[in-house]
Each structure stands twice: as C-alpha cells, then as structure tokens.
C-alpha cells in the first residue's frame, strides 16, 4: 500500500503533441507529476535499510531523465507505407515523432525501464497509427503486411514481459497500432450479463461506463489503470477479484480479431463443442494471431455490498492452509490474498505513522499478538474480500471466519482493507522510487498445486538469495499468494537489490534464478503477466518441445510473412 505526491519539477510528457492518445511517462510508471514519496511514514526508511541496504536519508535520487538527450534512430518506413497507412486512419493519426515511437518502445518491466532511461534503443517503432475504429484497425493490418512490415498492436503500455519491444536487428518497417482510441463499451445484453467493449479500454474508462449502467467486469490486475482489455486478453490476464470473476480466460466470451484478409469473428455463448478452441488460441496469443479489436465479456451487477476484512495469522504455513481450506470449501470470497511475514513487513512500513487512538489499538494488537507467542516478524497480513447482498455477506464471512480462526487467525477488522482498496494500483509507483535511487525492483509470479504451494515458496526464497550472494549484493524478496483456485493458487514474488555496473546483467541473475526456480519446483514460468520474450526460454519445460512445435506451426500456418509481432511467445 503506497502514497502519491507531486513530483517537483515534472513536465507533461505523456505523448508527441501530434499524438490523440494519453500514455504513461515514457521513463516510469503512471501519470506525469505523480511519485511514491516516503517522508510521512517513519518506518519506511528504516525498513529499506533493513532490506537491501541504502540509507534514503543519505542517497540523493536521480532527477527525471531528460528526453532531449535521448538518441533515437530514424524511422525507416517509407512512403508507399506511410501513404498506405494514411488511407486506412487518416494521415493525423499517422505518428512519427521521436516521442511517440519511444513510448511504445517498451513497456514497463525494470528492465525496459533501465534501458530506456538509458537510452538504449537498437529497435523502436518506425511509425505509430491510431485507428479510429474496427475497419481502420483491418485497414493497418492489410496495409502493413502487403508491404511486408511488422506489427505491433500496443494496449495501455504496461506489459513486462517484452511483448512490445521490437526485435534487435529487424530489418523490415515496425509500426506499433496503438488501439486507444477504440475504448467504448458498444452495447450490454442485461438479460444475458454480456458486454461488447471495444478492446482498447483501459481498466478505468471500461468499469466507469459499466458502472454507469449497474454493471462491472470485475478484472482488476495491479496494472488496471493504465492497461486495456485488449492486452488482458492478449495475455491471459488476472485481476485481485478473479477468485469470484475468474481470470480473463473466463470473462471472455467472444472475440473479434482483424487479420490479414478479414475479420476473425468468435460467436459469444456459454459454452460449446465446436472442435480446438479458437478462443483459446487468441486468449495469450500476443498479437501473433492478429489484432484485437473487441471481445463479449462476462459482466455482473455491481453487488450490494462490497467489503474487505483484514486478518493477520502467525506465520505463512497457517495463512496458506487457510486459503486452502477456503478455496476448497463451500464459501466463495471475491478476495482471498495473504502475504509472507517479509511482505507484512513491507505493508507495514509503508503506513502512514498512526496517532491517537489509532496508535494505542495497534501497539495493544501486536502486544497482545506476542503474548499469545507470535513472532511479529513470521506474522501474516490476509485480505479477504466480500461482495454480493448484505445477508450473503454476512454468511460469507461467517464462514471464512471459522476456517481463520481455526487456523488460528485474528480479525483485525475493515480499516486496513479501505486503506488496500484505496492504494492498490499505486504500488508500481514504488518501482521507479527505488530505480532513481541505484535499486532494481520487480516482480515475477508463478501458478502451483497446493501440495507443492510452501515449497514453492520457500525454494524461490532460496534461490533469490542465493543469487544475491553469487553477485554481492544484499537483496530482498518477498512473497504474496494473490489467486486461489480450486487444485493451487498464484505465488506473487517482489524482488529488489542495489545494481552495480552492470545492472543489466546482474538483474538477468537473480530474475533467472528466480524464473527457474519455478520451473525446477512444478510451476509455470507465468501465471498473468504473459510470455513475450522475457519468459519464453522456461515455455518448453511447461508445454515440451512437441508443444512448442504446435505453437510454431500454428503461428506458421497463420502469419506466413512474420508480419505479427513476430518472435513473442516461442522466441524463434
């Protein structure tokens, strides 16, 4: 949980003047102007030194990249392709600004954000196009493979896997069609709760116009305020509510995909027997298959009641079986997400400083917590969230109640999870504080069987540290089961250490280790985040080289030019 303040001396460089799209900075996270700042939360400081070693009352951050000294590379892309991408969404919506094409270099892992405030750029979009509408989006589609050019279809820009980035030495035009401007919600079928929505929406202009009509998708990813549903669905998304709604595989219905020759068209329906399933081949796909225009998704009433309880348990072993007990149980919560006593800690120190009566119920919590034998730094902090009719609230909770206390869980009550509900986008934020301070800091998750869930944990634990001592570096790691299912759950990690010279390098270290951890423990090498090129070498051990040959074929047989963003996924 984080908080926002200006950012002295910021400029409003979101986009080229030219451009009709908003996007996020081009050297960070989110909105221009808007940082993570920690002089109101006295355990910050202390807590970071604890971690990974820098004193933030003695480092002096960086300033805010200047753009102006960014190099970048001429576009190659020529005036048969310019006039032909011009007739298809008018010249205006035609970007070849030095801005714009950076902006869609890449997208926001530690990684990207590292190369590109260093300006290392060996590849970036020759041109960007905004189509206006489904026929435009076919129109660039059509246009960019007869003249044998690549690309790249580009959503809210928050992707960390490198499924933006074109490939180092491509030879041939790159243009990046940013779907922006298609972000309206195109109809609702209130009897049915199904939603037409054109998918460049980001996660907030989606849910307001649903909201609007008694309606919401209930996705919400870490990355909902600057993501669309277009790249949600290119990724195979998640979102904090999914144990209620179901991830972006089960919210997706339909889909409308625009392709070289015409448009891809998936009828909506509950379920059907129609041979391999088209709709999953789509759903993770990329931009491999083809550009996404719009999708018929699951919506639900906006419930009665929405509620999220906090809940602390003595170690990490007694929150997880709790959340197991929970998911295999009858009860059926819209949240059930418990962090490792490394991650509580974090939580913690990132609160404002409590006064009051505030500050004499938490000392009295965590005095009776070491009376009852707890080791406040093993403890666990839970959020479990609630929704739908205030009495089916209240039997939900009832119920999780039991399985809590069981295992011995203490109810801490609903002040911390309005204070999650509030900042739960923010956290990214916290990413580029610590980048402008030497710090790299980033995340990789898996997905696991119960049964292997703790060792899964503790061994990714192990390994991370490991690679902090091969490269002499204190570094930190820290945990969050964050999706339950009924046969495992999603381990979330957040990782973080002081670069060196080589920071490229010693990052490629320790998020390897990490990323074949998972693989070496059962699990896969992502559970939301997608493939792109960052995690395509682990796809083999979780689909075998006769999987990938399928994949291959398909991308093939489908995209013979190597026009759609190509080497994303199998990275051949």
Same mark, same amino acid.
């Given at each position: ?119 290392? !750029? ?6 960007? #196009?905004?189509?206006? =509408? $489904?026929?435009?989006? /076919? %129109?660039? &589609?059509? +246009? ?32 990046? !069609? ?6 309206? #919600?195109?109809?609702? =079928? $209130?009897?049915?709760? /199904? %939603?037409? &929505?054109? +998918? ?373």
């Amino acid at each position: 949980m984080t908080d926002l303040a200006p950012l002295t001396g910021a400029t409003a460089d979101r986009s080229d003047p030219a451009s009709p799209v908003e996007h996020m900075k081009w050297w960070g996270w989110g909105v221009p102007g808007v940082a993570f700042h920690h002089e109101d939360k006295p355990a910050f400081a202390p807590f970071v030194l604890h971690a990974v070693g820098i004193d933030l009352h003695a480092v002096q951050p960086l300033q805010q990249p200047d753009f102006a000294a960014i190099e970048v590379p001429a576009s190659i892309a020529d005036q048969a392709l310019r006039d032909a991408l011009a007739a298809a969404v008018g010249t205006e919506h035609v970007i070849d600004g030095d801005l714009d094409r950076v902006v869609h270099t890449y997208g926001k892992s530690i990684r990207d954000l590292i190369k590109v405030r260093a300006g290392d !750029l060996p590849r970036v979009p020759d041109l960007v #196009v905004y189509p206006k =509408d $489904e026929a435009a989006v /076919l %129109a660039v &589609v059509e +246009a960019v493979v007869a003249h044998d050019a690549v690309l790249i279809p580009f959503g809210g820009g928050s992707n960390i896997a490198g499924s933006l980035e074109p490939m180092p030495g491509e030879s041939r035009a790159v243009v990046s !069609l940013d779907l922006g401007l298609l972000d309206r #919600v195109l109809d609702i =079928d $209130e009897g049915s709760g /199904l %939603a037409r &929505v054109q +998918a460049g929406a980001l996660g907030p202009a989606l849910e307001a116009q649903l909201n609007a009509r008694g309606w919401t998708i209930g996705h919400f990813p870490d990355s909902f305020t600057h993501s669309s549903l277009g790249g949600w669905i290119a990724t195979r998304s998640s979102g904090m509510q999914s144990d209620k709604y179901g991830d972006i595989a089960d919210i997706t219905r339909g889909l409308r995909v625009a392709r070289p020759g015409g448009m891809l068209d998936v009828r909506a329906t509950p379920s059907a027997s129609t041979g391999p399933s088209v709709r999953e081949m789509i759903l993770g796909s990329e931009g491999r298959l083809g550009v996404i225009t719009e999708a018929t998704v699951q919506v639900h009433r906006v419930p009665a009641k929405r509620v999220i309880h906090a809940y602390f348990f003595p170690n990490w072993r007694a929150g997880s079986k709790a959340m197991r007990e929970i998911a295999a149980g009858d009860v059926h919560p819209a949240i059930t997400r418990v962090s490792d006593g490394r991650e509580t800690g974090f939580s913690l120190a990132t609160a404002k400083e409590s006064k009051g009566f505030g500050a004499l119920a938490q000392r009295g919590l965590f005095a009776f917590l070491k009376r009852r034998g707890w080791d406040l730094d093993e403890m666990c902090l839970s959020f479990i969230g609630y929704e739908g009719s205030p009495d089916h609230v209240a039997r939900q909770r009832r119920a999780v109640e039991k399985i809590v206390k069981r295992n011995k869980g203490v109810g801490v009550g609903t002040g911390p999870g309005v204070l999650y509900d509030q900042k739960k986008f923010d956290t990214p934020y916290l990413r580029d504080f610590l980048l402008d301070r030497g710090t790299a800091g980033d995340v990789s998750e898996t997905s696991v069987p119960w049964t292997n869930l703790d060792r899964m944990h503790d061994g990714v634990i192990a390994a991370a540290e490991a690679a902090y001592e091969s490269l002499g570096r204190k570094g930190w790691i820290m945990s969050h089961l964050s999706h339950s299912y009924h046969s495992g759950a999603c381990l979330y990690f957040t990782f973080a250490f002081v670069m060196g010279d080589e920071p490229q390098a010693e990052y490629d270290v320790v998020k390897q280790a990490i990323q074949q951890a998972f693989i070496d423990l059962g699990g896969v090498p992502s559970h939301h985040h997608g493939i792109g090129v960052e995690h395509a070498a682990w796809l083999p051990d979780v689909l075998s080289e006769e999987g990938i040959g399928v994949l291959e074929g398909l991308f093939a047989a489908t995209d013979p030019g190597r026009n759609l963003n190509p080497a994303k996924i199998t990275a051949r």
